[in-house]
């Protein structure tokens, strides 16, 4: 088995979820010109795959410890230009009011940090056309306690967006009913 070096850790931090990944390219196409919004952006993991196919991404989180760390060690790589398109903004996403305006916003990506009472406010603040990616925690240890219900997500997205993809899996004991699950959603009108 290989060892992994210093760098080999530092990129598996930068690794951004196989979910953004998968659909980064048509999240920032759809944003055109407008910002994209990474909620509980951490390190800035999926902020930086964004910012590399060319937009503003507007990184939100109570501690930005880790994405300024991230920021000053990417200064000095290819990565720098991408890291300098990330714009920080500081908030409490339980106790703060949402800052972002009605249709203010190209896309929203929310991975694994889920708070169902934010979820009206992406809805007004995604443009018309724009995309919605939410994945909740994985499902192990004891995280089938904060999951979803099987079919709760769906209900709530479903009346605004055109739901392109969603996956559920479920989790936890037999007797629970809990689901980790992966969307995408594009606003409709």
């Known amino acids: 088995m290989k060892r992994k070096t210093p760098i080999d850790s530092w990129m598996d931090t930068l690794r951004p979820s196989s979910l953004v990944r998968r659909f980064a390219s048509q999240i920032v196409d759809a944003a055109a010109s407008t910002p994209v919004l990474d909620v509980a952006c951490g390190s800035g993991r999926n902020a930086i795959v964004l910012s590399q196919l060319g937009c503003t ?40 009011a949402w800052p972002f305006g009605a249709r203010s916003v190209g896309g929203i990506v929310n991975v694994h940090f ?17 995309y919605l990616l ?44 809990a689901v980790t699950v992966k969307l995408l959603g594009k606003r409709r009108e």
């Open 134 to 177: 939410l994945e909740t925690v994985p499902g192990c240890g004891g995280n089938h306690l904060q999951l979803p219900k099987a079919g709760a997500l769906r209900s709530a997205f479903e009346k605004a967006f055109d739901l392109e993809f969603y996956k559920e899996c479920k989790v936890g004991p037999p007797n629970y009913d």
């Open 57 to 96: 991404v507007i990184c939100v989180d109570k501690d930005l410890t880790k994405l300024k760390i991230e920021q000053l060690r990417l200064r000095d790589t290819l990565l720098r230009k991408a890291s300098e398109q990330l714009s920080i903004l500081q908030l409490d996403l339980i106790k703060d």
């Open 114 to 130: 889920l708070l169902p009472a934010l979820f009206p406010f992406f809805e007004a603040s995604l443009s018309t056309g724009g």
